[in-house]
């Protein structure tokens, strides 16, 4: 495969990728095979700590770094209790980019800016992008309504020109893309590059099980669905049985199944009850959810698991964005950042075309 052409933009300049592309920080999906892999194509892998231990995520950032040289990042939940000793050890480990799903604390960035990490917030509002680059963000990734997993009402076409026009650092945009038209339709509305999860989730490279692949490809433009059912705020899902009967449950059917996988997540993380009321206090406080939204929510990382993870359908979740219907193969990585890059440049050729002398 030859070398495909380079894209430079302000987000290959600031984390030191050859493509304008981001790989996200998917949980279950985003490990060291899939990260390694996207960021040996020349994109900005993204491992997906939310649901890791900080061992774990420790070996992972290890394993990372001893498949590639290439820069990479890590995601972290900036409402988790131990927020600020994983911004450390991503100091110790040299590791390029933090990415956030919440707005971090402004502590937080300030530590990382001091130790060189490019600090990356993912924010759905115009206000939420204004207060994380005057925190001093590096860039911003942006997630229209069309995008996989916790998602807004407003689409990418309105939500990324507002944001671009409202600050002055590289915007990434996120929610809908898959190809290099959308990575040109994207550099034209002014962003620095995009992010991709869906499209990343769905290749060779994927640890997702071959048959949950398969599943994938086989939804159209409306398979999927927005539910709050799932952890009390808006979800975009795959629309399978497990989640049309969710939709279809009242909230006592929903209370023991919930219960119990907010204790196998308990286990699973080796969180103590003191450290997992200390967390939910955060996040309420974070996110401004009631307490019955917390309750659901510490029953989704076990809901993806099964999906994701174990395979089971019937019993998890699947988090896809509406771009699912637009897939039909599982490239490597490789082949996939190679196929956006040559496309977005012949598109973005074509249209310079149109200029008048």
């Not at 990418?156 to 339709?185: E, K």
């Not at 009390?232 to 009967?245: K, N, Y």
């Given at each position: 495969m030859t070398t495909p052409p380079q894209l430079s933009t302000a987000l290959t300049r600031v984390t030191?990728?050859?493509?304008?592309?981001?790989?996200?920080?998917?949980?279950?999906?985003?490990?060291?095979r899939l990260v390694s892999a996207t960021a040996r194509?020349?994109?900005?892998?993204?491992?997906?700590?939310?649901?890791?231990?900080?061992?774990?995520?420790?070996?992972?950032?290890?394993?990372?770094?001893?498949?590639?040289?290439?820069?990479?990042?890590?995601?972290?939940?900036?409402?988790?209790?131990?927020?600020?000793?994983?911004?450390?050890?991503?100091?110790?480990?040299?590791?390029?980019?933090?990415?956030?799903?919440?707005?971090?604390?402004?502590?937080?960035?300030?530590?990382?800016?001091?130790?060189?990490?490019?600090?990356?917030?993912s924010i759905g509002a115009v206000r939420h992008a204004e207060k994380v680059a005057a925190w001093g963000a590096d860039a911003v990734m942006v997630q229209g309504g069309e995008g996989g997993?916790?998602?807004?009402?407003?689409?990418?076409?309105?939500?990324?020109?507002?944001?671009?026009?409202?600050?002055?650092?590289?915007?990434?945009?996120?929610?809908?893309?898959?190809?290099?038209?959308?990575?040109?339709?994207?550099?034209?509305y002014g962003a620095a590059g995009v992010g991709m999860g869906t499209r990343f989730l769905l290749t060779s490279d994927s640890a997702v099980p071959e048959a949950i692949k398969q599943r994938y490809l086989g939804f159209g433009l409306d398979g999927t669905v927005v539910t709050t059912k799932?952890?009390?705020?808006?979800?975009?899902?795959?629309?399978?049985?497990?989640?049309?009967?969710?939709?279809?449950r009242g909230g006592l059917r929903r209370l023991g199944p919930t219960l119990r996988r907010s204790l196998e997540f308990k286990r699973m993380s080796g969180l103590s009850w003191p450290q997992m009321v200390k967390d939910a206090v955060s996040m309420k406080k974070a996110t401004g959810r009631s307490w019955a939204q917390m309750t659901l929510a510490a029953n989704t990382p076990m809901l993806l698991k099964a999906g994701l993870v174990e395979g089971d359908t019937r019993a998890g979740m699947l988090a896809a964005g509406q771009v699912v219907g637009m897939i039909d193969d599982l490239p490597s990585c490789e082949e996939l950042v190679d196929r956006v890059v040559r496309d977005a440049v012949t598109h973005l050729r074509t249209a310079a075309s149109c200029l008048l002398d």
């Open positions: 030191g990728v050859d493509h304008p592309i981001v790989q996200t920080g998917m949980g279950w999906v985003a490990g060291a194509a020349g994109a900005l892998g993204i491992l997906a700590s939310a649901t890791m231990t900080y061992d774990e995520l420790e070996r992972q950032i290890i394993e990372v770094a001893e498949r590639t040289d290439r820069p990479f990042g890590v995601n972290l939940r900036a409402d988790a209790g131990d927020a600020a000793e994983r911004v450390e050890l991503l100091i110790r480990h040299g590791v390029k980019v933090a990415s956030f799903a919440l707005a971090p604390r402004r502590e937080l960035i300030e530590r990382l800016k001091e130790n060189g990490v490019v600090v990356i917030p997993g916790h998602t807004g009402a407003v689409p990418t076409s309105i939500l990324l020109p507002s944001v671009v026009a409202a600050v002055d650092i590289p915007v990434i945009a996120a929610g809908g893309f898959h190809d290099g038209r959308g990575l040109a339709a994207a550099l034209a799932a952890d009390g705020m808006p979800h975009r899902l795959l629309r399978t049985e497990f989640v049309e009967d969710l939709e279809g």
